[in-house]
């Protein structure tokens, strides 16, 4: 069976050539970063590297190394006007004559690393509105405004998901040639759902709706929703939000009282507003308690927030809880 690669999707999807190149580009280094991945304890790279990144949680081996790549990937592209890591403290202008600034978590769930459990790498690509100089300021537009989003999942075989504001679609790597071919066309989620994906450990320090549509949830059948739910967790968001693009459900990462300075765990550029994009454009609805994320302004590009998202039906669902 013939498949199509990436290349000649972007362009029978007339994608602007710009654009195509990062996404290239995004997908060759992450093909490299699956080959640093699969071999592990055997190239001395698992464990801690032994500091902090800005967000202020300790950094893997693999986290600087994947960083470092994408960085030098993106920075050797012209379409490239500049890059923002949740690994790197400010912005990194790259070319002054680019079109595009890219948002990025090089590895998603690396706490996943060292138990050689799933992560992946999380993209998302901004227009460049502003004046030569990037700043902080040029990246902070709405999720709404993305031109692509994207993950690579680096699991039993290594995926890339896309978006390029017309729908979802999926490529696998094919380990022989190095190329990803398509696999996916039409991604589509379930407007009801049958499983949920939260970190239970932390139920106590919720807020007390979140604790209520879960326990409701739990109690399945004898509960006031009437039917029974499956609960998932990988501890990476990137494969939680790939199972419910394979085959429905909700994820979220709610408000959590022990740092109640923060609204959330994830981070809106490197995560919410880049998944949001794909659940979106998949069927799906991507809320806070509050509002749609895709909606937010920005204050900075560190920013966080809680995050609910997946099943249409569901996530209104659990919004309603928060609202009534």
């Given at each position: 069976?013939?498949?199509?690669?990436?290349?000649?999707?972007?362009?029978?999807?007339?994608?602007?050539?710009?654009?195509?190149?990062?996404?290239?580009?995004?997908?060759?280094?992450?093909?490299?970063?699956?080959?640093?991945?699969?071999?592990?304890?055997?190239?001395?790279?698992?464990?801690?590297?032994?500091?902090?990144?800005?967000?202020?949680?300790?950094?893997?081996?693999?986290?600087?190394i994947?960083?470092?790549?994408?960085?030098?990937?993106?920075?050797?592209?012209?379409?490239?006007?500049?890059?923002?890591?949740?690994?790197?403290?400010?912005?990194?202008?790259?070319?002054?004559?680019?079109?595009?600034?890219?948002?990025?978590?090089?590895?998603?769930?690396?706490?996943?690393?060292?138990?050689?459990?799933?992560?992946?790498?999380?993209?998302?690509?901004?227009?460049?509105?502003?004046?030569?100089?990037?700043?902080?300021?040029?990246?902070?537009?709405?999720?709404?405004?993305?031109?692509?989003?994207?993950?690579?999942l680096?699991?039993?075989?290594?995926?890339?998901?896309?978006?390029?504001?017309?729908?979802?679609?999926?490529?696998?790597?094919?380990?022989?040639?190095?190329?990803?071919?398509?696999?996916?066309?039409?991604?589509?989620?379930?407007?009801?759902?049958k499983e949920?994906?939260?970190?239970?450990?932390?139920?106590?320090?919720?807020?007390?709706?979140?604790?209520?549509?879960?326990?409701d949830?739990?109690?399945g059948?004898?509960?006031?929703?009437?039917?029974?739910?499956?609960?998932?967790?990988?501890?990476?968001?990137?494969?939680?939000?790939?199972?419910?693009?394979?085959?429905?459900?909700?994820?979220?990462?709610?408000?959590?009282?022990?740092?109640?300075?923060?609204?959330?765990?994830?981070?809106?550029?490197?995560e919410?507003?880049?998944?949001?994009?794909?659940?979106?454009?998949?069927?799906?609805?991507?809320?806070?308690?509050?509002?749609?994320?895709?909606?937010?302004?920005?204050?900075?590009?560190?920013?966080?927030?809680?995050?609910?998202?997946?099943?249409?039906?569901?996530?209104?669902?659990?919004?309603?809880?928060?609202?009534?």
């Open positions: 069976m013939s498949r199509i690669a990436l290349p000649q999707y972007l362009a029978d999807a007339s994608v602007a050539a710009e654009l195509q190149s990062i996404i290239i580009g995004l997908a060759e280094v992450s093909a490299d970063i699956s080959i640093a991945l699969a071999k592990g304890a055997l190239a001395g790279i698992l464990g801690a590297a032994g500091a902090e990144n800005v967000q202020g949680e300790d950094q893997k081996k693999l986290d600087v994947a960083n470092d790549m994408i960085k030098d990937a993106l920075a050797a592209l012209p379409a490239v006007r500049g890059l923002a890591s949740e690994e790197e403290t400010d912005v990194v202008p790259c070319h002054t004559s680019g079109s595009f600034l890219v948002t990025f978590d090089p590895l998603d769930g690396s706490s996943n690393i060292d138990i050689n459990s799933m992560v992946g790498t999380i993209f998302s690509v901004l227009p460049h509105t502003g004046d030569a100089t990037v700043t902080e300021q040029d990246f902070l537009q709405p999720g709404r405004n993305q031109s692509a989003a994207g993950y690579v680096y699991g039993p075989s290594v995926m890339l998901v896309l978006s390029t504001g017309n729908g979802v679609v999926m490529f696998t790597l094919d380990q022989d040639t190095g190329s990803y071919l398509l696999t996916e066309s039409d991604v589509n989620i379930p407007a009801e759902a949920f994906s939260i970190n239970m450990s932390n139920q106590r320090h919720w807020l007390a709706p979140m604790q209520t549509y879960i326990s949830l739990i109690a059948k004898d509960g006031p929703r009437g039917k029974d739910f499956n609960m998932r967790w990988v501890a990476a968001m990137v494969a939680d939000v790939h199972r419910i693009l394979c085959r429905g459900g909700l994820f979220t990462y709610p408000w959590d009282s022990r740092k109640p300075e923060q609204a959330g765990k994830l981070r809106l550029m490197y919410a507003n880049p998944m949001g994009f794909l659940v979106e454009q998949a069927g799906g609805e991507v809320w806070t308690p509050d509002g749609k994320i895709l909606d937010i302004q920005p204050e900075h590009i560190h920013q966080r927030v809680p995050v609910i998202l997946g099943a249409a039906n569901e996530v209104a669902l659990c919004v309603d809880y928060h609202q009534r």
